[in-house]
């Protein structure tokens, strides 16, 4: 059974540019979790998504914002790049939004110049 | 709200030996779930092991189990018979049973020495 797939893998990108990450989640899973790792901060939570709807939303400037697709698939958007946005992104599937692990993927490391 | 404490920054431990990671949490809901990650220094986030609030026995997953201690609201993973590729970033996680995420700790880095 496939993992979950983060695409792409690596990415730079300069201050003010906009950025879109990939998510496909294992199959049949339905529920989408978006984290962003840094070194200074942890992990912190970004978005949850189940059925393409948003049930949570972590505490990130309106510039961050995601999607959820009918086949489970889920996009993140980061607008007006900054430089503190220079993060690992991982993305986590789990069967349903309540306590089933949740499974990541390996992750996004975007930087910014 | 939910709150996760992980107080051990680092830890050795000499290859075969038993180790224990502390996390202790905080949560006002009676439901709710724990979880141990991995992530080694490729960076992928490895799930472990999970307990539940109103499970009856602590969980065990080959060489983790989880040292679950209700009344003193604490989850310590023990690692048995360490390995060399068990050096990595150990996070651990609780989500409750409201409409709420999953929040991690800060992780300990454990390193096993030969």
């Known amino acids: ?113 | 709200a939910q709150k996760i404490t992980q107080t051990q920054p680092g830890m050795f431990v000499q290859e075969k030996e038993a180790v224990t990671l502390d996390c202790t949490y905080d949560t006002s809901d009676p439901s709710y779930g724990l979880f141990w990650y991995k992530q080694p220094s490729s960076g992928e986030m490895i799930f472990l092991i999970y307990q539940g609030s109103y499970d009856q026995q602590n969980a065990t997953e080959g060489r983790y189990s989880l040292n679950f201690q209700k009344a003193r609201k604490s989850a310590n993973l023990v690692i048995s018979a360490s390995q060399l590729g068990d050096s990595a970033m150990y996070f651990c996680a609780m989500r409750d049973g409201g409409n709420t995420p999953l929040v991690f700790g800060k992780g300990t880095r454990l390193s096993v020495i030969a």
């Open chain 1, 1 to 113: 059974k496939a993992g979950v797939t983060q695409t792409p893998r690596y990415l730079i990108k300069t201050r003010g540019q906009q950025v879109t990450l990939s998510c496909s989640p294992i199959s049949g899973h339905r529920s989408v979790s978006w984290y962003q790792q840094t070194p200074g901060q942890g992990l912190q939570f970004l978005f949850e998504y189940f059925s393409e709807t948003q049930r949570n939303k972590g505490n990130f400037p309106g510039r961050f914002s995601g999607r959820q697709f009918s086949n489970s698939r889920s996009e993140m958007n980061v607008s007006t790049l900054e430089l503190g946005d220079s993060a690992l992104y991982l993305c986590a599937s789990s069967l349903s939004p309540d306590n089933q692990p949740q499974h990541f993927g390996d992750g996004t490391r975007l930087s910014i110049l």
